[in-house]
């Protein structure tokens, strides 16, 4: 079985490529409750985003609270893991390894697979140019489909770009990231707002709704997965400060084109 969790739908694509390939159901970490989660197949897939060259928080969360009935299968299977990265991990996947150790569950293997950047909260960080884009795009699926062969396999695995001074990212970027960069109270929208509610389909945790006016409200909820800003049509969501001048992108279609850089 295959759990992900996603936002702007890379690791949805990635996931679902994964399936394709291995046969594997397929749950979004969403949508499946920890403390009910069954056991589906013969090995579990993990495949999430690299946030801040760590793990999203929501993820880290998820697998601290899996079963105990979940865990006990996931020990006596094999457990992979795929991360969704713009362009390196730091230290993300030894972050995820020793969650699952914590829980006493062996990993097998773990994967990047990079993707084009979606993250614009901190200063620095904005989207990759069309081309860059592009070229990752097409560059993914070969990416899955030698993840999988070493999946169906069963060859053990640690393959990923850890990028350069890995540790010192992890260490002081991450901690940023949970600090400031998960305020749900940031979020507004714009006077730019057509109320088309994309932003409250797309939310994975269900917590953007639609006050009378039709304006979005967000609640506390929030895991800063950027879903609502990089879908809206106009453009109108932001985060305090920190989204102005920033591009938009979502899987499978960009939006905002005119704003990269």
């Given at each position: 079985m295959i759990i992900y969790f996603s936002g702007t739908g890379n690791s949805r694509a990635v996931a679902t490529a994964l399936a394709a390939l291995t046969s594997d159901r397929v749950f979004p970490l969403t949508e499946l409750p920890p403390a009910d989660a069954s056991w589906h197949g013969e090995r579990l897939i993990l495949v999430c985003p690299?946030?801040?060259?760590?793990?999203?928080?929501?993820?880290?969360?998820?697998?601290?609270?899996?079963?105990?009935?979940f865990i006990g299968e996931a020990r006596r299977h094999r457990v992979w893991v795929v991360l969704t990265c713009g362009d390196e991990t730091g230290r993300a996947p030894e972050m995820m390894e020793k969650a699952l150790a914590g829980r006493g569950v062996t990993l097998s293997g773990i994967w990047d697979v990079q993707m084009p950047n979606n993250y614009v909260l901190l200063p620095g960080f904005d989207v990759d140019p069309l081309d860059v884009e592009r070229k990752k795009?097409?560059?993914?699926?070969?990416?899955?489909?030698e993840i999988a062969r070493c999946i169906l396999e069963g060859r053990e695995c640690r393959d990923y770009t850890a990028g350069s001074w890995p540790g010192v990212k992890t260490r002081m970027v991450y901690p940023l990231f949970r600090r400031m960069g998960i305020v749900p109270s940031r979020w507004k929208a714009s006077e730019?707002?057509?109320?088309?509610?994309?932003?409250?389909?797309?939310?994975?945790?269900?917590?953007?709704?639609?006050?009378?006016?039709?304006?979005?409200?967000?609640?506390?909820?929030?895991?800063?997965?950027?879903?609502?800003?990089?879908?809206?049509?106009?453009?109108?969501v932001a985060y305090g400060k920190a989204t102005r001048g920033k591009g938009q992108y979502f899987y499978p279609q960009p939006h905002g084109a005119e704003k990269r850089r």
């Amino acid at each position: 079985m295959i759990i992900y969790f996603s936002g702007t739908g890379n690791s949805r694509a990635v996931a679902t490529a994964l399936a394709a390939l291995t046969s594997d159901r397929v749950f979004p970490l969403t949508e499946l409750p920890p403390a009910d989660a069954s056991w589906h197949g013969e090995r579990l897939i993990l495949v999430c985003p690299v946030y801040s060259w760590g793990i999203p928080p929501l993820v880290l969360d998820y697998v601290g609270r899996l079963s105990a009935p979940f865990i006990g299968e996931a020990r006596r299977h094999r457990v992979w893991v795929v991360l969704t990265c713009g362009d390196e991990t730091g230290r993300a996947p030894e972050m995820m390894e020793k969650a699952l150790a914590g829980r006493g569950v062996t990993l097998s293997g773990i994967w990047d697979v990079q993707m084009p950047n979606n993250y614009v909260l901190l200063p620095g960080f904005d989207v990759d140019p069309l081309d860059v884009e592009r070229k990752k795009l097409s560059r993914y699926p070969s990416r899955v489909e030698e993840i999988a062969r070493c999946i169906l396999e069963g060859r053990e695995c640690r393959d990923y770009t850890a990028g350069s001074w890995p540790g010192v990212k992890t260490r002081m970027v991450y901690p940023l990231f949970r600090r400031m960069g998960i305020v749900p109270s940031r979020w507004k929208a714009s006077e730019a707002c057509v109320g088309c509610g994309r932003c409250r389909d797309v939310c994975p945790m269900g917590n953007v709704t639609l006050d009378a006016g039709r304006m979005p409200v967000w609640g506390g909820r929030c895991v800063s997965c950027l879903a609502c800003y990089h879908v809206c049509p106009r453009n109108a969501v932001a985060y305090g400060k920190a989204t102005r001048g920033k591009g938009q992108y979502f899987y499978p279609q960009p939006h905002g084109a005119e704003k990269r850089r």
